[in-house]
């Protein structure tokens, strides 16, 4: 795709309208500040997410892509996916497939990209140095630029000594006053040299989406105690000819007609050197919305060199794409639904330009939270989300297998894996992911150490089951092979607790019993005893067959295990009480 031919309109006062940018150069004076709209534009929004290949894809880089993506689909707009590998120092060579692999495996299917292509590509900035070089030298012509030829190590000596006399360390526009012919000259030579912007001195005003109107002049007192305007006069291309990130944003988002940029708080103070080259340009500037940080739980910002919230260590551990895009969209933005649970569709359907100021701590109960409502919801649907979770889950329960053979014959891999689905089913909405599923229900696919048996004892000590156990063993085993469900095994361990209960706790009405209401005193204290021997009958039919383990209804667990291992623990647990027994 080649590029556009340039095309230079005279250089105006920006003065944007509608959901576009509101901004310009204002001049000395105090900003009024007036509250963002959170409307959505009424014509569709060209967005985009334009990440550097220098790392994995972070939390943070997520949700400013979901933001931007979700407004665009919201407005039948157009998403575009843009690389920005201007700087080949810090570009990692598998950085960019990676991006691409994540964004889609999070669902986010951009409309024009690198790898797609699109009307206004190409899509990766380092096919874009010769529009960039062009446009630096346009605004070096308009006067709105100059040449730098000042050496790193003079950079650095005024930077220092700025700091010791406690000044900010901008430039102080040494090379600002060499003529054109000077300068032109000395870039003929090869001198090397970097383009900078020069900052206008007045304020830049402009209307955020989030914040509203907002922008102020940076001034400092000077060593005489002068007040004095700033010039933070940032770099645009640099000695090799590659622009830094002020230009090529700039002119990517001008020609690639973006109406809204959703991005990061950090990138609010580079707003005002964006806007000074939209107006020097004579271009209308996007609309910006500038969102909250993502804080940890001391309150200080994610770090993405330290790995912190890399997309690809929740993707290793289970979480389910939805479940992450929808936890990563409750940071920043307000809705008014009573439920935080919303499927891609639902925050597409619902978004507005409703975010919320300042940063926002990331809790982590609340993705596992969303997790299990995922799993709840795949787990009821089927299909092939249901196929695909469920071989996940398989496979990591025959690599434990294999780390660990059971003693027990589990029949064939079919076998395995239908109680695998059934297991699924069972505990869908307490679900993680594979590796604590088996950690919390390992007894489902292997026997493990029988615990020190401890009976429930009634209120006079003695064993709510003593003498009652061959009558269990008798019911339970009493059951086909073509009836064992959970259906038919809660009907049998209920008739046990009944059997039990009238042979223990029969308590007759007595003639000279002074109730008013004897027969209700009975039937309560039946009721009592009643719930006693169903405790008990649950406490051991768990020690016995789940091993103590928590987990789901007794009758749920027995059916997934089946009725030959089920009979196998019962055995086992019977002969170590007959053992322990005097």
Known sequence: ?????????????????????NSGIAQRGKTTRRRPSHQLPSTPARTRFAPSPTGNLHLGSLRTALFNYLLAKATSGQFLLRIEDTDKTRTAPYAEERLYEDLTWAGLKWDEGPDIGGPYGPYKQSERTLLYQQHAEKLLVLGHAYRCFCSSERLNTLAKQRNRLGLHSDYDRACEGISTDESNERAYKKEPHVVRLKVARDSVVWSDLVYGRVG?????????????????????????????????????????KITHVIRAAEWMSSTPKHLIMYQAFGWEAPAFAHVGLLQNQERQKYSKRKGDLDIRRFKEEGIYPEALLNYVALYGWSHTRHS??????????????KFTKGNTMVQPHKLLFLQKKYSEKIAVEGGPRFDSVVDQIFQHVQQELQKKPPCEDLGSAFDLKNRVIKLFQLVGPRYVNPQALFNDYEYFFR??????????????????LEGCLPLIHQEISGIPSDDWDSAVLKTTIQQVIDTITEQRNYIPDEPGNNSSAPGEVATQEKTLRSKAVYRAIHYYLRWAVAFGRPGPAMHDTMAVIGRK??????????????TADP
């Open 565 to 578: 291992e089920c009979f196998q623990r019962l055995a086992n647990a019977r002969k170590l009480i007959d």
């Open 447 to 464: 026997s493990l150490d029988l615990l020190e048996y401890n009976p429930v004892l009634d209120p006079d000590g003695h064993d709510q």
């Open 216 to 256: 102020r002049t940076k001034r400092q007192k000077d060593i005489a105690g002068q007040e004095k305007v700033l010039f933070e006069d940032p770099i645009i291309l640099k000695s090799d000819g590659m622009p830094t990130y002020h230009l090529a944003n700039v002119v990517d988002d001008h020609f690639m």
């Open 340 to 353: 935080e649970f919303f499927t891609l569709p639902e925050l597409i359907e619902e978004f507005d330009l």
């Open 1 to 21: 795709m080649h590029l556009k031919a340039l095309s230079y309109p005279r250089t105006a006062q920006l003065s944007c309208v509608g959901t576009r940018c």
